[in-house]
């Protein structure tokens, strides 16, 4: 299994700002991987992180918005760009391989 | 498109058996996880199928038909801890992973 850490765990941001959120994994993984989740609701994928080139978005997100890095197979950093309060949420980075994906504690961020 | 389904809450009893079911359509599949988040906490994985059958681990068990697009996920000897969401996802043909809403399971003494 692989443990993972997240900073922040939380924050309070004002509008227009932007947060970097750090994933650090104890051992190397194949693939990292970006998520929201809005209280009560199931996960939603942001975009994949690619060691050594760009990130992966989903339907929805865009790298001006939501710019990643990786890197290397143990990193990554999400940003979350020009906050509004409709950014509120919790982020959650998850690594791995093709059998297992381990989630790190996840950072709530409040946007005011 | 992709779906994955699961019931919204169950309830069951402390010491009890419950299954919670999952159906899912998805653009290949690369196998089927199942896991557990408490409120307020990541989720914390409890198993992975990726053959057809019953794959057993302690108190829990899943069990996974790829011609049926199912799975199940078996609690038994419930305990009060176990009151959580359960989570089933697909691992699709980009090996990303598909999630459904989630089960909410409330266990009562």
């Known amino acids: 299994s692989a443990v993972i850490s997240q900073k922040p765990s939380r924050d309070i941001c004002q509008r227009g700002t932007s947060l970097t959120i750090q994933c650090q994994v104890d051992?190397?993984?194949?693939?990292m991987f970006w998520y929201r989740q809005q209280p009560g609701q199931s996960l939603t994928l942001i975009a994949t992180?690619?060691?050594?080139?760009?990130?992966?978005?989903e339907s929805g997100f865009v790298i001006d918005k939501f710019p990643i890095s990786r890197p290397n197979l143990t990193f990554s950093t999400l940003t979350v760009s020009n906050m509004s309060p409709e950014d509120s949420s919790i982020y959650l980075c998850?690594?791995?391989?093709?059998?297992?994906?381990?989630f790190g504690p996840g950072t709530r961020l409040t946007v005011t | 498109g992709q779906n994955i389904d699961q019931p919204t809450e169950m309830t069951a009893t402390e010491g009890a058996i419950v299954q919670i079911n999952c159906t899912y359509q998805?653009?290949?599949?690369?196998?089927l996880f199942w896991y557990q988040q408490h409120a307020g906490e990541a989720p914390t994985f409890l198993s992975y199928?990726?053959l057809d059958g019953l794959e057993e681990k302690g108190r829990f068990s899943s069990f996974l038909s790829r011609s049926k697009g199912y799975s199940y996920l078996l609690l038994k000897e419930l305990q009060m801890k176990d009151s959580a969401s359960y989570l089933c996802?697909?691992?699709?043909?980009?090996?990303?992973?598909?999630w459904g809403a989630g089960t909410k399971l409330i266990i009562k003494p």
């Open positions: 998850s690594g791995g391989g093709e059998y297992e994906q381990y």
């Open positions: 051992s190397q993984v194949t693939m």
């Open positions: 992180a690619n060691q050594g080139s760009e990130a992966t978005y």
């Open positions: 998805t653009s290949g599949f690369n196998g």
């Open positions: 199928n990726v």
């Open positions: 996802a697909v691992m699709d043909s980009n090996y990303q992973l598909i």
